[in-house]
């Protein structure tokens, strides 16, 4: 037998979690989905999970051989999902991202032809969406495919906005338009998929309270149009501490 090796990935799947509920069935059953896709695809991504903070366990059943590493975030800050996110695209290991939410699923003609595709320059591609029964959705606004070097242009997210909810992905979004890269579709015909979840038993049970953080953003718009944009970001980064606490490597049969 051979394990997959870091070389051997081309593409980082980043997805931020936090469960306070009874369990973590949402996560369990996206990476089952996503194991069952063909092995070709599957050994050249990597899953980088970022539990943060939960007060409930994150693992990942030893049935699905997938590769992942799950980093667990100590510190416990309310609404750290930019920080999360930063964590997730340093520990990606490979130049191209998909930053994305645990109830989204990206079809495996989607991801063969973002593996296919050319490492993104100064773009950041969005996706059309639809539900578990095909019907159209309004796109969502924090789901990405990028490079890592288009998402540290802009310093990442500001963690600044950390500690209360809503607009750091609207602010990372004003920031990548101050920086001068794009945001289009990567494709208009191969569609990620809203799943449907567990909100009673899991998911969480935080007050989305946006007062705070709309303040903030109205706040750092008009420095972004000064000749320094970088006055807008607070250069808050990796503002916690963290630990790696698991990690698996596809095992595959290797042919001579």
């Not at 015909?189 to 709309?214: A, Q, W």
Request: with cysteine; hydrophobic share 35%; glycine share 4%.
């Amino acid at each position: 037998m051979k394990s997959i090796q870091p070389a051997d990935i081309e593409l980082s799947y980043i997805m931020p979690v936090f469960f306070n509920q009874k369990n973590t069935n949402v996560l369990t059953n996206l990476l089952e989905d996503y194991s069952k896709i063909a092995p070709a695809v599957l050994k050249r991504i990597q899953f980088v999970i970022v539990d943060d903070c939960s007060p409930i366990p994150v693992t990942v059943p030893s049935h699905i051989n997938i590769n992942y590493q799950i980093y667990r975030i100590i510190s416990d800050i309310r609404w750290n999902q930019g920080g999360a996110r930063n964590l997730g695209v340093v520990k990606a290991i490979s130049p191209k991202i998909i930053l994305t939410d645990c109830d989204h699923f990206f079809p495996e003609k989607l991801l063969s032809q973002i593996l296919d595709s050319k490492i993104p320059q100064h773009t950041l591609y969005k996706f059309k969406r639809v539900d578990a029964n095909g019907n159209q959705q309004q796109s969502p606004c924090n789901i990405f495919y990028t490079s890592k070097m288009t998402f540290f242009s802009s310093l990442g997210y500001d963690e600044e906005f950390c500690g209360n909810y809503g607009y750091e992905d609207v602010m990372f979004r004003h920031f990548q338009h101050a920086m001068g890269n794009k945001i289009k579709y990567f494709t208009r015909f191969k569609k990620i998929i809203s799943n449907t979840i567990d909100r009673e038993n899991s998911y969480h049970s935080l007050v989305r309270d946006t007062t705070t953080n709309l303040a903030l953003m109205e706040a750092k718009l008009p420095l972004l149009k000064n000749k320094n944009p970088f006055q807008a970001h607070s250069r808050l980064f990796l503002n916690f501490e963290y630990q790696k606490v698991a990690e698996n490597w596809i095992q595959y049969k290797h042919e001579k």
